[in-house]
Each structure stands twice: as structure tokens, then as C-alpha cells.
T-cell receptor, first 112, second 108 residues
Framework: KAGVTQTPRYLIKTRGQQVTLSCSPISGHRSVSWYQQTPGQGLQFLFEYFSETQRNKGNFPGRFSGRQFSNSRSEMNVSTLELGDSALYLC???????????FGEGSRLTVL | AQRVTQPEKLLSVFKGAPVELKCNYSYSGSPELFWYVQYSRQRLQLLLRHISRESIKGFTADLNKGETSFHLKKPFAQEEDSAMYYCAANFGNEKLTFGTGTRLTIIP
């Protein structure tokens, strides 16, 4: 069974630009969660989607948004990038909303 | 506020010595608790969850409701245990809240 796939793996952007990250969950998993990982803060919850609906949202500004498609694939978007948005963005999928999370390798975003 | 605290950022232990990684949580109810591990160049993965009461790779964790703790323990550390360990909790809001992690290094 293929694992969670995230694209792109690495990207460099400049301040003010926007970025879209993609996540393909494990087949059959309907829940997709996004986390921001930084050395100082650890993993911080961004949002969670289940059957195309955002069910949970973390304490991030409105510049961070996401969506989930009917095939459970998910995207997250960050607009008007700031230097502090530099981080590893992790996607995780699960069968249901309370089960074990299976993580992707992450998308490493660098904002210059 | 609902929070998971891992007080040690770094922990070094000699091979064969006991290991204890600390985790405390702030919550008045009964959370569902997990330990996740990230080995070098690998994905973050589940190590164990308290409801299953399993021992994985020799690690165990006991929920202490009085001390609101869920420390991870192993009696004899092995070199392959070197990794980043994250404690996580579901506080009934169906999302996982992670601690900041502890980097465990096993000294040969």
C-alpha cells in the first residue's frame, strides 16, 4: 500500500508570494491533517479535513487555507508568504478522525 | 489551555541504561495519548498509544492521571533507539496536539 505522498518536497519562495502544497493520502483514508513543523515549536496543527469538510482548524492566520477533494487528496495554500512561514509542512492521513496518523515526508518551504 | 509538555529537548543515555522520556499534559478530562517517533531520514510514525497497552520495541508508557503524565520508558537502551520522540494527545476535540519533542541519543 502506498504511503502518504506530498509534493513538492522542497520549494523556495520569496516574501509576498503564495504557495500550494499537495497531499495524497493512503488509499481508503478519508481524514487528512496538516501540521507545521519548526525546530522551536515542534508540530503545530493547521487543519483537518474529513470527507471534503474542514472539521478542525488550528490557531493560524487566514493566510493559511486548505481544501480536500472528493478523492481525499488535499491541498493547503499559504498566501502573502512571510519569513516565519519557513518550515516543514507535514500531511497525515487516517482511516477516521481519531485513528493512528500516517505521515508523509513533508514539504520543506523556505521563504527568502 | 490544553497542552502537551515535553520538558527535555535533548536526552543522552548510555547503551544498556534505562530510558525515560517525560511527557505531561494539561487537561481536566481523560485524553487519548500517543508516542510518535521519527528515526533519522524516516517519516514520523506511531510508536504506541495508551489504549492499546502494548509494548513496542521494548518501550512502554503508563498514564498517570494524578500527575497528568505519560512518560515513555525502556529498561535497556539500544543504539537504534536514537531518534526524535513526540508525545501527543487527543483532548476530545479529534485533533492531535503534539509536544515539542525530545531528541534521544544513545551513547555506544
Amino acid at each position: 500500500k502506498a504511503g502518504v505522498t506530498q509534493t513538492p518536497r522542497y520549494l523556495i519562495k520569496t516574501r509576498g508570494q503564495q504557495v500550494t502544497l499537495s497531499c495524497s493520502p493512503i488509499s481508503g483514508h478519508r481524514s487528512v491533517s496538516w501540521y507545521q513543523q519548526t525546530p522551536g515549536q515542534g508540530l503545530q496543527f493547521l487543519f483537518e479535513y474529513f470527507s471534503e469538510t474542514q472539521r478542525n482548524k488550528g490557531n493560524f492566520p487566514g493566510r493559511f487555507s486548505g481544501r480536500q477533494f472528493s478523492n481525499s487528496r488535499s491541498e493547503m495554500n499559504v498566501s502573502t508568504l512571510e519569513l516565519g512561514d519557513s518550515a516543514l509542512y507535514l500531511c497525515a492521513s487516517s482511516l477516521d478522525r481519531t485513528g493512528e496518523l500516517f505521515f508523509g515526508e513533508g514539504s520543506r518551504l523556505t521563504v527568502l | 489551555a490544553q497542552r502537551v509538555t515535553q520538558p527535555e529537548k535533548l536526552l543522552s543515555v548510555f547503551k544498556g541504561a534505562p530510558v525515560e522520556l517525560k511527557c505531561n499534559y494539561s487537561y481536566s478530562g481523560s485524553p487519548e495519548l500517543f508516542w510518535y517517533v521519527q528515526y533519522s531520514r524516516q517519516r514520523l510514525q506511531l510508536l504506541l498509544r495508551h489504549i492499546s497497552r502494548e509494548s513496542i520495541k521494548g518501550f512502554t508508557a503508563d498514564l498517570n492521571k494524578g500527575e497528568t503524565s505519560f512518560h515513555l520508558k525502556k529498561p535497556f537502551a539500544q543504539e537504534e533507539d536514537s531518534a526524535m520522540y513526540y508525545c501527543a494527545a487527543n483532548f476530545g476535540n479529534e485533533k492531535l496536539t503534539f509536544g515539542t519533542g525530545t531528541r534521544l541519543t544513545i551513547i555506544p
